[in-house]
Nanobody, 126 residues
Framework: QVQLVESGGGSVQAGGSLRLSCVVS????????LAWFRQAPGKEREGVASIDSAGNIRYADSVKGRFTISRDNAKNTLYLQMNSLKPEDSRMYYC????????????????????WGQGTQVTVSS
């Protein structure tokens, strides 16, 4: 069983930055994908960024150039550096993990991820 624990959320003014972290247990899968998703109340969960075991990355268009996903294998940790934050980035953010093979165009679909963290809230004020 893979466990994921997010941290780093909080409140920030527009234009500010936050870095989210997600500690991943059982980090030794040979083929895995890690990703960040976000969700507003009453809205569908949307993909933000994904990274695979080879370091290939995909971003949602809405965050390109502002957010950076990375991972530290030695620390079993996934990161999301969020810069130039906007009020519309205010969401609950979740990290997720998937094993197996995922087609590129599916990397930001919640349905392909097997394991989820509990979420961390990000609030951006104008």
């Amino acid at each position: 069983q893979v466990q994921l624990v997010e941290s780093g959320g909080g409140s920030v003014q527009a234009g500010g930055s936050l870095r989210l972290s997600c500690v991943v247990s059982r980090y030794y899968y040979s083929n895995y994908y890690l990703a960040w998703f976000r969700q507003a109340p009453g809205k569908e969960r949307e993909g933000v960024a994904s990274i695979d075991s080879a370091g290939n990355i995909r971003y949602a268009d809405s965050v390109k150039g502002r957010f950076t996903i990375s991972r530290d294998n030695a620390k079993n940790t996934l990161y999301l550096q969020m810069n130039s934050l906007k009020p519309e980035d205010s969401r609950m953010y979740y990290c997720a993990a998937a094993v197996g093979v995922i087609q590129y165009w599916h990397l930001l679909l919640p349905s392909v991820y097997n394991y989820w963290g509990q979420g961390t809230q990000v609030t951006v004020s104008s």
